[in-house]
T-cell receptor, first 112, second 115 residues
Framework: KNEVEQSPQNLTAQEGEFITINCSYS?????LHWLQQHPGGGIVSLFM???GKKKHGRLIATINIQEKHSSLHITASHPRDSAVYIC??????????????FGKGTKLSVIP | GAGVSQSPRYKVAKRGQDVALRCDPI?????LFWYQQALGQGPEFLTY????????KSGLPSDRFFAERPEGSVSTLKIQRTQQEDSAVYLC?????????????FGPGTRLTVL
């Protein structure tokens, strides 16, 4: 089973700061997801990537397949970015490849 | 509808009661997933449907948990004789097809509290 580790577990930032959240995994994957979860439970998919880099607004996600590592960056952070950010990976094609294995999440608080 | 919906959003049950949690996936989505998220943890896989077929139920924690999707759209997760350790948020997700690169769309979850 893939082990997914996120760091840091908790992060407090001042509004406007550049934020980085890290995710590492133990076994080769076919895709990695970054998800955002607000209080109340709803999860929103931010990115799904299998190589390189993706950008959407102030959010940037990168992945290094060789190092089994991904980062989520938030530029010019804002209080509305406060949420739990979760990394999830999908194993390589084969049995169980549709399953996502999730990290425990990084709780981000952005202070005005 | 525009997204995945789940009902109820909150459920309080007394220990020993049976509960049923409903998921309405995005129309036309073939794949449907159930996840369990304990407080402070990431979601854990429970079960997976492709249309009406339950292809994987390896994550169901005990035989008290049962899921169905009889017509390949709406799904119900049933928990019999609830225990306190069943308290969690139950998340449903759907995706358009069965390939490995399909994005999963999540519902808002049902928060179950067992007293």
């Amino acid at each position: 089973k893939n082990e997914v580790e996120q760091s840091p577990q908790n992060l407090t930032a001042q509004e406007g700061e550049f934020i980085t959240i890290n995710c590492s995994y133990s076994v080769g994957i076919s895709a990695l997801h970054w998800l955002q979860q607000h209080p109340g439970g709803g999860i929103v998919s931010l990115f799904m990537l299998s190589s390189g880099k993706k950008k959407h607004g102030r959010l940037i996600a990168t992945i290094n397949i060789q190092e089994k590592h991904s980062s989520l960056h938030i530029t010019a952070s804002h209080p509305r970015d406060s949420a739990v950010y979760i990394c999830a990976v999908r194993s390589n094609p084969g049995a169980g490849s549709y399953q996502l294995t999730f990290g425990k999440g990084t709780k981000l608080s952005v202070i005005p | 509808g525009a997204g995945v919906s789940q009902s109820p959003r909150y459920k309080v049950a007394k220990r020993g009661q049976d509960v049923a949690l409903r998921c309405d996936p995005i129309s036309g989505h073939v794949s449907l997933f159930w996840y369990q998220q304990a407080l402070g943890q990431g979601p854990e896989f429970l079960t997976y449907f492709q249309n009406e077929a339950q292809l994987d139920k390896s994550g169901l924690p005990s035989d008290r948990f049962f899921a169905e999707r009889p017509e390949g759209s709406v799904s119900t997760l049933k928990i019999q004789r609830t225990q306190q350790e069943d308290s969690a948020v139950y998340l449903c997700a759907s995706s358009l097809a069965r390939g490995t690169y399909n994005e999963q769309f999540f519902g808002p979850g049902t928060r179950l509290t067992v007293l």
